[in-house]
């Protein structure tokens, strides 16, 4: 009798030691979040009627697969030959989604003549998303047209739409220009309000404050949500795409199938 309740005692103590062990495993950690790399920017100072105009534009990249980054401020800051700031300005930046990028341009008039334009960002705060990467759909830019006015504008005009049920309340619209080499020279940005499903909205950029617009080769156009937040993205995404197709066929169904059969494994054509 004493002999069995030793075996017993001592299977008990193996059972409680082996449930410790596994309770203080620790669990391998979770990959760092990358910060927000800068694909891209540029910036030129043009001499307007009204003073000294400062163009900026930049490419952002989120290379998470699961996280927004929110709250993203870009500080922008332009010296004369003096090395005196004669302009500073923080930029509220649109969210960046996951595995995503995210153009932006800017522009500022001052009355001092700058030489020089530096572009500093302030790191991301993280959300999560609550949908999959792929139920963050763009959206469709349709016709898109650039000329460039006699007064040495560019002008680019076209249309935005939405591939989301629910209908976009804002859309910030960009368009940034290259040259032939693809090299970012400027660009500019609009908002269109009001995007309804199955509806496309005009816009209209024209953009003065680029050095040598004749350089420019192609306007690069794209949509997004406005917003700092994860907060527009997710609740178009909440309510559901479109669907790709919506007009019923109208050819008639072959009277033979066109096709040919695959033979059954382990069957042996002719």
Known sequence: MKHSTRIVAVLALSLLAAGSGCAGEEKPPAAPLQPLAVREQASSIVKGDDGY???WAGVLANTNPWHFGEHVVATVVASDSQGKEVVRLDQPLDAVPPAGVLPFTGQVVTQDRPVAVNISYRPARWHLAGRIVSAFQ?????????????????????????????????????????????KLLGGGST??????????????????????????????????????????????????????????????????????????AGVMGP
Request: zero cysteines; aromatic letters at 8%.
């Open 53 to 55: 105009m400062v163009n």
């Open 138 to 182: 763009p959206f469709p830019v349709y016709d898109v047209l650039t000329d460039r006015t006699s007064d040495g504008d560019y002008l680019v005009t076209g249309y935005v739409g939405t591939p989301y049920v629910t209908p976009a309340r804002s859309l910030a619209v960009t368009a940034l220009l290259r040259d032939g080499k693809g």
């Open 191 to 264: 908002f269109v309000d009001n995007v309804q499903a199955g509806e496309r909205r005009r816009f209209v950029l024209q953009i003065k404050s680029v050095e040598n617009p004749r350089d420019i080769a192609s306007a690069e156009v794209t949509a997004r949500a406005w917003g700092s937040s994860s907060r527009p993205f997710e609740q178009l995404a909440l309510g559901g795409a479109l669907p790709v197709h919506t007009v019923k066929p109208k050819m008639p169904p072959f009277a033979k199938d066109r096709g040919r059969q695959a033979p059954l």
